[in-house]
């Protein structure tokens, strides 16, 4: 089976509402890069165990690029 790549740094329900837009941006990189590691990783079993890992893992990486970028914008609308 695959290694799982770990998403610590902003996985981990980060404190999106303390960090200034920078730091927005930063944890979307990171978070981007996890997502293309992890696209590496796909496993060919769609119907296997590895898989639904995958799926979740990968899932919740883009639910919180998506949150990463909803704050984005909302940074950038009364400031921008």
């Known amino acids: 089976m695959a290694d799982i790549i770990r998403f ?13 837009r920078e730091g927005l941006l930063d944890c979307l990189q990171t978070v981007r890069a996890q997502i293309e590691a992890l ?7 769609m119907d296997s165990e590895a898989y639904e890992v995958w799926g979740s893992r990968h899932e919740d990486l883009e639910d919180l690029a998506d949150e990463i970028r909803d704050r ?3 940074w950038e609308g009364p400031h921008g």
């Open 8 to 20: 610590d740094q902003c996985a981990q329900e980060p404190d999106l509402d303390a960090m200034d």
């Open 39 to 45: 696209d590496q990783q796909e496993p060919e079993d």
């Open 72 to 74: 984005l914008d909302e």
